[in-house]
């Protein structure tokens, strides 16, 4: 079988040039991380002439962080860390002459002080630090140890400098992603929702629409992560006020991420009623058509919230939400009926609400 061309490096490579998206920004990190680890290199070789400075193009790689917020974070955590590593290491070595025994303390301690929560993820170079310096016989010369807290603070400020200066990154388009798929999802939900309140007996598919609510409830959770990288990739950020940045899609996100909790209401309530066990049963079919016309009718508003810039219309929604709440004050539905209707409108009723804030 012939694999497909957009899942062959060669077709990741085709969406890295041809879009922008995680290909291009995956692509772009690794040059911006290759750039900074030579540049680091260079500098500590043949500008200030350090002896075999490993540290400076390590430091300098894992500060090309994710966002500019996580590699000031990660400059100070990995200065701290290695920092530490090197004066445990010449404080133990200075102590103990062995270099097996000095090893051992210097990996053992330097694990429990990298567990310390400010050291972050760097936390673990503690030891590894001071397990190099003691191996490569390093541990015990002042001048060397020096050069390896001046490489490592180098590199740190290289990657640093290489991410927040050059095409920092941003997540705009994820954003922008995360919105439309979620607003579909919950259409798609509400659209078959409809379809299951205005029929008479459950379908036989019920299962896909009960699979549905859970893939919900998974954007739901991938839009929030989605808008909160967006945020901290903005945060102290040179480009936050591209059009990449994807501040437009920051107020359609969030009335999307605020429909989910009443979504998962009503489809809780429509659930419930359709078991037809008192006292929540179905309503009438008159109260369950104009029940299902407001889901559509809401569902073609999600639809319209995604989209950047504009307003959806809620007036025929306001019309059947009046319709479906005049059926709650009269007694012709009778009370079980009544009150299974009355679950289903509380939900609709925070939906409305929702959209109208937006």
């Given at each position: 079988m012939t694999p497909r061309?957009?899942?062959?490096?060669?077709g990741w490579a085709a969406r890295a040039f041809r879009v922008p998206g995680s290909e291009r920004r995956t692509a772009l990190q690794a040059a911006k991380a290759t750039v900074a680890a030579v540049a680091a290199w260079l500098l500590a070789t043949s500008v200030l002439g350090l002896s075999q400075p490993f540290l400076a193009p390590y430091a300098a790689i894992f500060l090309v962080e994710a966002t500019v917020y996580r590699s000031l974070l990660g400059w100070a955590q990995q200065v701290g860390s290695v920092?530490?590593?090197v004066l445990l290491a010449a404080g133990v070595a200075q102590l103990v002459p062995e270099q097996t025994t000095t090893l051992?303390?210097?990996?053992?301690?330097?694990?429990?002080?990298?567990?310390?929560?400010r050291f972050g993820g760097s936390g673990v170079w503690v030891g590894v630090t001071g397990m190099l310096l003691v191996t490569y016989g390093t541990a015990r010369s002042s001048e060397l140890l020096g050069d390896r807290l001046l490489e490592t603070v180098l590199g740190a400020a290289i990657g640093l400098?290489?991410?927040v200066l050059i095409f920092p990154p941003l997540y705009g388009e994820r954003v922008a992603a995360a919105a439309d798929r979620l607003a579909d999802a919950l259409a798609g939900l509400l659209e078959d929702t409809a379809e299951l309140v205005r029929a008479d007996e459950l379908p036989d598919d019920l299962d896909r629409w009960?699979?549905?609510i859970s893939d919900v409830r998974s954007l739901a959770r991938a839009a929030e992560d989605a808008s909160g990288?967006?945020?901290?990739g903005r945060f102290l950020n040179l480009r936050k006020r591209s059009r990449h940045a994807g501040v437009q899609h920051d107020r359609p996100l969030k009335t999307l991420g605020a429909l989910w909790?009443?979504?998962e209401q009503l489809v809780e309530a429509v659930r419930i009623t359709s078991e037809g066990r008192e006292p929540f049963v179905y309503p009438w079919p008159q109260a369950r058509d104009a029940l299902a016309d407001l889901l559509l009718e809401l569902a073609a508003a999600v639809r319209e919230t995604a989209v950047p810039g504009r307003e959806p219309e809620l007036e025929r929604c306001r019309s059947l939400v009046c319709q479906v709440e005049n059926r709650l004050v009269s007694s012709q539905d009778?009370?079980?009926a009544t009150l299974g209707l009355g679950a289903m409108a509380l939900p609709v009723r925070r939906l409305l609400r929702q959209l109208d804030r937006h």
């Open positions: 061309l957009d899942r062959t490096p060669l920092t530490a590593g051992a303390l210097v990996v053992f301690v330097g694990l429990l002080l990298g567990s310390w929560r400098a290489v991410n009960l699979g549905q990288l967006t945020r901290e909790p009443p979504v009778g009370v079980t």
